[in-house]
């Protein structure tokens, strides 16, 4: 009498069941969780895009008091129609090479709203160096750009 050892086919079959389900589960979990964050990060981006669809700044003013430690100040206008509009950053850029940020940001504010942004250490001897300013919001390419000859000068 000839004896074997093994996994009876019933066995066999419940463990191949159990297998596939266990690995099937997995996949779906993985899948679900991937793909509800890629949802998420597409409907944020989609948010912001909609949100800054109707921003606009507009430098309206450009103040420079001259000096090896002047200081500018710039006048922004809101002239879109979002609300919570951030500034996020502004620059001052002389002919030399040389940048001044702003001190007074990040800056929010409304639709029709006016502020002003001021910079500190601004290296100008004269009128002359002054190249330009850079002004740019949380909504990439919203910004706005002067090269004006600035009040005072």
């Not at 002047?70 to 006048?75: E, L, N």
């Not at 001044?100 to 500190?120: D, Y």
Request: net charge neutral; proline share 2%.
């Amino acid at each position: 009498m000839r004896s074997e050892k093994g996994v009876s086919p019933l066995i066999a079959a419940v463990l191949l069941i159990v297998i596939s389900v266990t690995i099937a589960g997995l996949v779906f979990s993985w899948l679900n969780q991937f793909t509800t964050g890629a949802q998420r990060k597409v409907e944020n981006r989609t948010g912001e895009a909609v949100n800054c669809a109707g921003a606009s700044i507009r430098i309206k003013e450009v103040y420079l008091q001259n000096g090896s430690n002047g200081t500018a100040r710039v006048v922004v206008e809101n002239s879109g129609y979002v609300n919570n509009l951030t500034i996020a950053g502004a620059q001052v850029f002389n002919k030399t090479g040389h940048n001044f940020s702003a001190n007074n940001t990040p800056l929010t504010f409304n639709r029709g709203e006016i502020v002003t942004l001021l910079f500190t250490g601004v290296s100008a001897q004269q009128c002359a160096n002054y190249s330009k300013i850079f002004v740019a919001t949380q909504c990439g390419g919203i910004n706005d750009e002067s090269e004006e000859t600035p009040i005072g000068c």
